[in-house]
Protein backbone atom coordinates (compact mmCIF):
# COMPACT_ATOMS: atom_id res chain seq x y z
CA UNK A 1 0.00 0.00 0.00
CA UNK A 2 1.34 3.60 -0.61
CA UNK A 3 0.06 5.87 2.17
CA UNK A 4 1.42 8.72 0.35
CA UNK A 5 0.02 7.72 -2.73
CA UNK A 6 -3.72 7.03 -0.98
CA UNK A 7 -3.22 11.01 0.66
CA UNK A 8 -2.58 12.58 -2.97
CA UNK A 9 -5.97 10.85 -4.03
CA UNK A 10 -7.47 12.36 -0.89
CA UNK A 11 -5.95 15.55 -1.47
CA UNK A 12 -7.63 16.00 -4.69
CA UNK A 13 -11.19 14.82 -3.89
CA UNK A 14 -10.61 11.09 -2.97
CA UNK A 15 -11.36 9.49 0.49
CA UNK A 16 -10.05 6.66 2.30
CA UNK A 17 -11.97 3.05 2.22
CA UNK A 18 -13.10 1.21 5.73
CA UNK A 19 -10.55 -1.42 4.39
CA UNK A 20 -8.22 0.68 3.77
CA UNK A 21 -8.19 2.59 7.08
CA UNK A 22 -8.31 -1.32 8.73
CA UNK A 23 -5.31 -1.69 6.80
CA UNK A 24 -3.46 0.90 8.47
CA UNK A 25 -3.57 0.01 11.83
CA UNK A 26 -2.83 -3.82 11.15
CA UNK A 27 0.27 -2.11 9.38
CA UNK A 28 3.35 -3.40 9.55
CA UNK A 29 5.87 -1.54 12.30
CA UNK A 30 8.26 -1.59 8.75
CA UNK A 31 5.50 0.63 7.18
CA UNK A 32 5.64 3.17 10.35
CA UNK A 33 7.24 5.87 8.31
CA UNK A 34 5.57 5.59 5.19
CA UNK A 35 2.13 5.74 6.87
CA UNK A 36 3.18 9.12 9.44
CA UNK A 37 4.60 10.34 5.49
CA UNK A 38 1.13 10.05 4.25
CA UNK A 39 -0.22 11.95 7.08
CA UNK A 40 1.92 14.57 7.15
CA UNK A 41 0.90 14.90 3.70
CA UNK A 42 -2.44 15.35 4.58
CA UNK A 43 -1.87 17.48 7.57
CA UNK A 44 0.83 19.97 5.42
CA UNK A 45 -2.09 20.13 3.15
CA UNK A 46 -4.69 21.55 5.20
CA UNK A 47 -2.42 22.83 8.17
CA UNK A 48 0.81 23.54 7.29
CA UNK A 49 3.38 23.33 9.73
CA UNK A 50 0.83 24.74 12.54
CA UNK A 51 0.24 23.89 15.80
CA UNK A 52 -2.96 25.01 18.00
CA UNK A 53 -2.46 24.78 21.44
CA UNK A 54 -5.57 24.54 23.92
CA UNK A 55 -5.18 25.23 27.74
CA UNK A 56 -8.11 23.20 29.27
CA UNK A 57 -9.54 24.69 32.70
CA UNK A 58 -11.91 22.71 35.07
CA UNK A 59 -14.98 24.99 36.04
CA UNK A 60 -16.39 21.47 38.22
CA UNK A 61 -14.67 18.51 39.41
CA UNK A 62 -15.99 15.01 40.70
CA UNK A 63 -19.51 14.30 41.94
CA UNK A 64 -20.47 12.79 38.55
CA UNK A 65 -23.60 10.34 38.25
CA UNK A 66 -22.76 9.37 35.11
CA UNK A 67 -20.74 5.36 35.22
CA UNK A 68 -18.14 6.46 32.51
CA UNK A 69 -15.62 3.52 32.84
CA UNK A 70 -12.59 5.55 31.86
CA UNK A 71 -13.60 8.74 34.10
CA UNK A 72 -12.05 8.92 38.20
CA UNK A 73 -15.07 12.04 38.58
CA UNK A 74 -17.51 9.66 38.12
CA UNK A 75 -20.00 8.56 41.65
CA UNK A 76 -18.94 4.85 40.74
CA UNK A 77 -14.92 5.40 40.57
CA UNK A 78 -13.32 5.14 44.14
CA UNK A 79 -10.72 7.32 42.88
CA UNK A 80 -9.30 10.07 44.62
CA UNK A 81 -10.49 13.38 42.56
CA UNK A 82 -10.32 16.84 44.17
CA UNK A 83 -14.26 17.34 43.71
CA UNK A 84 -15.29 21.12 44.16
CA UNK A 85 -18.85 22.86 43.13
CA UNK A 86 -18.54 25.21 39.78
CA UNK A 87 -16.11 28.19 40.37
CA UNK A 88 -16.82 31.70 39.98
CA UNK A 89 -17.22 33.82 36.99
CA UNK A 90 -13.52 35.71 38.44
CA UNK A 91 -11.99 32.34 38.76
CA UNK A 92 -12.92 30.93 35.15
CA UNK A 93 -11.70 34.98 33.53
CA UNK A 94 -8.55 34.64 35.51
CA UNK A 95 -7.95 31.15 34.18
CA UNK A 96 -8.25 32.87 30.56
CA UNK A 97 -5.24 35.43 31.12
CA UNK A 98 -2.83 32.26 32.38
CA UNK A 99 -3.89 30.55 29.35
CA UNK A 100 -3.16 33.46 27.31
CA UNK A 101 -0.13 34.07 29.28
CA UNK A 102 0.86 30.59 28.12
CA UNK A 103 0.56 31.35 24.33
CA UNK A 104 -2.63 28.93 24.16
CA UNK A 105 -4.76 30.17 21.44
CA UNK A 106 -7.70 28.48 22.38
CA UNK A 107 -8.81 27.87 26.20
CA UNK A 108 -11.70 25.10 27.15
CA UNK A 109 -14.02 25.35 30.02
CA UNK A 110 -15.15 22.22 31.24
CA UNK A 111 -17.31 20.57 33.91
CA UNK A 112 -18.08 17.29 34.98
CA UNK A 113 -21.60 15.90 35.17
CA UNK A 114 -24.44 14.73 32.64
CA UNK A 115 -25.06 18.52 31.80
CA UNK A 116 -25.12 22.09 33.10
CA UNK A 117 -27.79 23.53 34.57
CA UNK A 118 -29.52 27.31 33.16
CA UNK A 119 -27.54 28.61 36.01
CA UNK A 120 -24.23 27.12 35.40
CA UNK A 121 -24.54 28.08 31.66
CA UNK A 122 -25.29 31.97 32.65
CA UNK A 123 -22.60 31.92 35.07
CA UNK A 124 -20.12 30.30 32.17
CA UNK A 125 -21.74 33.21 29.63
CA UNK A 126 -20.81 36.02 31.59
CA UNK A 127 -17.46 34.85 32.12
CA UNK A 128 -16.96 34.54 28.21
CA UNK A 129 -18.30 37.93 27.68
CA UNK A 130 -15.45 39.02 29.72
CA UNK A 131 -12.90 36.89 28.36
CA UNK A 132 -13.84 37.95 25.01
CA UNK A 133 -13.39 41.79 26.04
CA UNK A 134 -10.46 41.27 27.71
CA UNK A 135 -8.68 39.31 25.62
CA UNK A 136 -9.37 39.91 22.00
CA UNK A 137 -8.64 37.29 19.26
CA UNK A 138 -8.87 34.24 22.01
CA UNK A 139 -10.78 31.18 20.96
CA UNK A 140 -13.02 29.56 23.74
CA UNK A 141 -14.47 26.25 23.93
CA UNK A 142 -16.26 24.89 26.58
CA UNK A 143 -17.54 20.89 27.52
CA UNK A 144 -20.43 20.78 29.61
CA UNK A 145 -21.61 17.34 29.08
CA UNK A 146 -25.43 17.16 26.90
CA UNK A 147 -27.08 20.12 26.02
CA UNK A 148 -30.58 21.22 24.55
CA UNK A 149 -30.88 23.94 22.13
CA UNK A 150 -31.40 26.98 24.40
CA UNK A 151 -28.70 26.65 26.38
CA UNK A 152 -26.56 25.56 22.94
CA UNK A 153 -27.68 29.02 21.94
CA UNK A 154 -27.02 31.11 24.68
CA UNK A 155 -23.56 29.89 24.90
CA UNK A 156 -23.24 31.00 21.19
CA UNK A 157 -24.89 34.47 21.79
CA UNK A 158 -22.39 34.97 24.81
CA UNK A 159 -19.40 34.64 22.23
CA UNK A 160 -18.51 30.65 22.76
CA UNK A 161 -16.75 29.65 19.57
CA UNK A 162 -16.23 25.70 19.93
CA UNK A 163 -18.38 22.62 22.19
CA UNK A 164 -16.82 19.72 22.65
CA UNK A 165 -18.93 17.19 23.38
CA UNK A 166 -16.78 13.49 22.80
CA UNK A 167 -18.62 10.09 21.22
CA UNK A 168 -15.32 8.52 22.58
CA UNK A 169 -15.76 4.74 21.24
CA UNK A 170 -18.23 3.10 18.80
CA UNK A 171 -21.84 2.91 18.89
CA UNK A 172 -21.18 -1.18 19.25
CA UNK A 173 -18.67 -0.77 22.07
CA UNK A 174 -20.14 2.68 24.10
CA UNK A 175 -22.44 -0.23 26.42
CA UNK A 176 -19.13 -1.60 27.39
CA UNK A 177 -17.96 1.79 28.80
CA UNK A 178 -20.68 3.71 30.16
CA UNK A 179 -24.64 2.58 30.34
CA UNK A 180 -26.12 5.98 32.05
CA UNK A 181 -26.40 6.95 28.56
CA UNK A 182 -26.60 6.13 24.91
CA UNK A 183 -24.45 6.67 21.69
CA UNK A 184 -27.28 8.42 20.15
CA UNK A 185 -27.49 10.90 23.13
CA UNK A 186 -23.91 11.83 22.15
CA UNK A 187 -24.73 12.05 18.66
CA UNK A 188 -27.70 14.13 19.16
CA UNK A 189 -26.18 16.71 21.23
CA UNK A 190 -23.13 17.34 18.61
CA UNK A 191 -26.17 18.02 16.00
CA UNK A 192 -27.67 20.60 18.76
CA UNK A 193 -24.35 22.03 18.91
CA UNK A 194 -24.14 22.50 15.37
CA UNK A 195 -28.02 24.02 14.73
CA UNK A 196 -26.87 26.40 17.33
CA UNK A 197 -23.63 27.47 15.27
CA UNK A 198 -21.14 26.20 17.41
CA UNK A 199 -18.03 24.53 15.98
CA UNK A 200 -18.59 21.36 16.78
CA UNK A 201 -15.44 19.11 18.74
CA UNK A 202 -16.09 15.54 18.78
CA UNK A 203 -13.22 12.69 19.93
CA UNK A 204 -12.40 9.72 21.15
CA UNK A 205 -10.79 7.47 23.98
CA UNK A 206 -8.23 4.92 22.48
CA UNK A 207 -6.97 1.98 24.30
CA UNK A 208 -10.02 0.63 26.28
CA UNK A 209 -10.58 -2.78 25.11
CA UNK A 210 -11.92 -1.38 21.83
CA UNK A 211 -11.07 -3.67 18.13
CA UNK A 212 -9.84 -2.09 15.35
CA UNK A 213 -13.17 -2.36 13.70
CA UNK A 214 -14.56 -0.12 16.71
CA UNK A 215 -11.87 2.28 15.87
CA UNK A 216 -12.66 2.67 12.80
CA UNK A 217 -16.53 2.89 13.03
CA UNK A 218 -15.92 6.05 15.12
CA UNK A 219 -13.72 7.27 12.71
CA UNK A 220 -16.11 7.16 10.15
CA UNK A 221 -19.00 8.08 12.01
CA UNK A 222 -17.01 11.62 13.11
CA UNK A 223 -16.16 11.83 9.32
CA UNK A 224 -20.26 11.26 8.82
CA UNK A 225 -20.73 14.43 11.26
CA UNK A 226 -18.01 16.38 11.01
CA UNK A 227 -16.64 18.04 13.54
CA UNK A 228 -14.30 20.93 13.25
CA UNK A 229 -12.03 18.93 15.90
CA UNK A 230 -11.31 15.82 17.01
CA UNK A 231 -9.51 15.34 20.65
CA UNK A 232 -8.08 11.89 20.64
CA UNK A 233 -7.55 10.27 24.23
CA UNK A 234 -5.06 8.04 25.30
CA UNK A 235 -6.47 5.65 27.97
CA UNK A 236 -4.67 6.59 31.46
CA UNK A 237 -6.39 3.75 33.68
CA UNK A 238 -6.65 5.67 36.59
CA UNK A 239 -6.53 3.92 39.75
CA UNK A 240 -9.80 3.14 41.02
CA UNK A 241 -12.20 3.33 38.00
CA UNK A 242 -13.21 0.13 35.98
CA UNK A 243 -10.23 0.32 33.68
CA UNK A 244 -8.16 0.45 36.72
CA UNK A 245 -4.78 -1.88 35.27
CA UNK A 246 -5.86 -1.91 31.39
CA UNK A 247 -2.54 -1.02 29.64
CA UNK A 248 -3.01 -2.63 25.98
CA UNK A 249 -1.71 0.49 23.85
CA UNK A 250 1.57 1.00 22.65
CA UNK A 251 3.66 3.84 21.03
CA UNK A 252 3.41 2.59 17.76
CA UNK A 253 0.16 1.59 17.93
CA UNK A 254 -1.39 5.25 19.23
CA UNK A 255 0.86 6.88 16.28
CA UNK A 256 -1.21 4.26 13.56
CA UNK A 257 -4.31 5.72 15.16
CA UNK A 258 -3.34 9.51 15.06
CA UNK A 259 -2.60 8.75 11.54
CA UNK A 260 -5.90 6.68 10.60
CA UNK A 261 -7.61 9.57 12.26
CA UNK A 262 -5.96 12.15 9.52
CA UNK A 263 -6.45 9.74 6.88
CA UNK A 264 -10.50 9.62 7.66
CA UNK A 265 -11.00 13.09 8.93
CA UNK A 266 -8.07 14.92 6.64
CA UNK A 267 -9.31 18.39 7.29
CA UNK A 268 -10.39 18.20 10.81
CA UNK A 269 -8.19 19.39 13.86
CA UNK A 270 -6.73 16.47 14.68
CA UNK A 271 -5.67 17.00 18.86
CA UNK A 272 -3.15 14.71 20.89
CA UNK A 273 -5.08 15.36 24.49
CA UNK A 274 -4.86 13.14 27.54
CA UNK A 275 -2.44 10.22 27.64
CA UNK A 276 -0.20 11.10 25.16
CA UNK A 277 3.04 11.40 27.37
CA UNK A 278 1.95 8.30 29.30
CA UNK A 279 1.20 6.34 26.15
CA UNK A 280 3.50 7.86 23.56
CA UNK A 281 6.48 8.02 25.78
CA UNK A 282 9.48 9.09 23.51
CA UNK A 283 7.45 9.06 20.56
CA UNK A 284 5.45 11.85 20.90
CA UNK A 285 7.19 14.50 18.36
CA UNK A 286 6.12 11.79 15.78
CA UNK A 287 2.68 12.59 16.21
CA UNK A 288 2.49 15.51 15.29
CA UNK A 289 2.74 14.54 11.60
CA UNK A 290 -0.35 13.30 12.05
CA UNK A 291 -2.26 15.93 14.34
CA UNK A 292 -2.53 19.37 14.18
CA UNK A 293 -3.43 20.32 17.83
CA UNK A 294 -2.24 19.92 21.40
CA UNK A 295 -3.52 20.34 24.91
CA UNK A 296 -0.40 22.24 26.57
CA UNK A 297 -0.32 21.87 30.21
CA UNK A 298 -2.32 19.94 32.40
CA UNK A 299 -5.69 17.40 31.65
CA UNK A 300 -8.85 17.75 34.34
CA UNK A 301 -7.49 14.81 36.28
CA UNK A 302 -4.04 13.95 35.28
CA UNK A 303 -0.63 16.28 35.09
CA UNK A 304 0.52 17.08 31.65
CA UNK A 305 4.29 17.13 30.91
CA UNK A 306 5.68 20.68 31.87
CA UNK A 307 5.01 23.29 28.92
CA UNK A 308 8.38 24.10 28.33
CA UNK A 309 8.70 20.29 27.38
CA UNK A 310 5.62 20.96 24.83
CA UNK A 311 7.04 24.17 23.89
CA UNK A 312 10.41 22.88 23.22
CA UNK A 313 9.17 19.68 21.05
CA UNK A 314 7.24 22.44 18.91
CA UNK A 315 10.72 23.78 18.25
CA UNK A 316 12.99 21.08 17.49
CA UNK A 317 9.93 19.83 15.07
CA UNK A 318 10.32 23.17 13.45
CA UNK A 319 6.73 23.73 13.52
CA UNK A 320 4.94 27.12 14.64
CA UNK A 321 2.23 27.98 16.80
CA UNK A 322 -1.60 28.74 15.38
CA UNK A 323 -2.44 32.08 17.05
CA UNK A 324 -0.05 32.67 19.39
CA UNK A 325 -0.96 35.80 20.54
CA UNK A 326 2.97 36.61 21.61
CA UNK A 327 3.57 37.37 17.73
CA UNK A 328 -0.06 38.35 16.83
CA UNK A 329 0.07 40.53 13.83
CA UNK A 330 3.24 38.70 12.53
CA UNK A 331 3.34 35.40 10.08
CA UNK A 332 3.08 32.23 12.33
CA UNK A 333 6.70 32.24 13.86
CA UNK A 334 8.77 28.98 14.98
CA UNK A 335 8.98 29.17 18.92
CA UNK A 336 11.62 31.06 20.32
CA UNK A 337 10.91 31.55 24.40
CA UNK A 338 10.05 29.93 27.15
CA UNK A 339 6.99 29.61 29.06
CA UNK A 340 6.20 29.03 32.63
CA UNK A 341 4.07 26.14 33.80
CA UNK A 342 0.65 27.49 34.35
CA UNK A 343 -0.89 25.77 37.56
CA UNK A 344 -4.30 25.13 36.06
CA UNK A 345 -6.39 21.96 35.32
CA UNK A 346 -6.73 18.92 37.60
S1 LIG B 1 -16.75 11.55 31.58
FE1 LIG B 1 -18.08 13.28 32.12
S2 LIG B 1 -20.13 12.37 32.13
FE2 LIG B 1 -18.70 10.65 32.25
S3 LIG B 1 -18.43 10.28 34.47
FE3 LIG B 1 -16.79 11.68 33.83
S4 LIG B 1 -17.58 13.74 34.26
FE4 LIG B 1 -19.32 12.33 34.25
Given at each position: ????????????GG?????????L????????????????????????????????????????G??????????FAS???????M???Q?????A??A????A??????????????V??D?????????K?????M?I?V?L????????????????DR??????????F???????H?????LR????????GL?????V?C???????????????????G?????????I?????R?????????VR???????????????????????E????????????????????D?????GQ??????????DL??T??????TA????QV?KV?A?R?????
Amino acid sequence: MSWNGLAERIVHGGAITREEALGLLGSDDDELLAVLDGAFRLRRHYFGRRVRLNVIFSARGGRCGEDCGYCSQSVFASSEVEEFSMVDEQAIVEAAHAARASRAGTYCIVMSGRRASRVDVDRICGAVRRVKAELPGMKICVSLGLIDSAKSEALADAGVDRFNHNVNTSRRFTPQIVTTHQYEDRLRTVETIKKAGLSPCSGVICGMGETDDDLVDVAFDLARIGPDSIPINFLIPVEGTRLAGLHELTPVRCLRIAAMFRFVNPSAEIRLAGGRELNLGSLQPLALFAANSLFLGDYLTSEGQAKELDLQMIRDLGFTIEDDPSTAGEPDQVVKVHADRMPVGS
